[in-house]
């Protein structure tokens, strides 16, 4: 192990990000998932899907936390 952290897309798009555009956009993209997960979860599935999508749900959501803490760190805002 080398010791060098390569930053991913995502987190240069986000150091880039001084107005919140694409911070923006992708909270929207991750809240119209968390959507259509809990609808599912909300319609019904069967003990293994269940689990799975709770698990994707829980991703997500993790991913939406994940955004600002990382937008917010590099803007101080």
């Given at each position: 192990m080398s010791g060098t952290v390569t930053p991913f897309?995502?987190?240069l798009?986000?150091?880039a990000d001084a107005d919140g555009t694409a911070r923006q956009a992708l909270e929207e993209e991750l809240a119209a998932l968390q959507?259509?997960?809990r609808?599912?979860?909300d319609?019904?599935?069967p003990p293994d899907e269940f689990r799975r999508t709770t698990s994707l749900l829980d991703?997500?959501?993790a991913a939406s936390e994940t955004v600002a803490l990382?937008?917010?760190a590099y803007h101080k805002r």
């Amino acid at each position: 192990m080398s010791g060098t952290v390569t930053p991913f897309d995502i987190q240069l798009r986000l150091a880039a990000d001084a107005d919140g555009t694409a911070r923006q956009a992708l909270e929207e993209e991750l809240a119209a998932l968390q959507q259509t997960l809990r609808h599912r979860l909300d319609a019904g599935l069967p003990p293994d899907e269940f689990r799975r999508t709770t698990s994707l749900l829980d991703g997500v959501v993790a991913a939406s936390e994940t955004v600002a803490l990382v937008w917010r760190a590099y803007h101080k805002r």
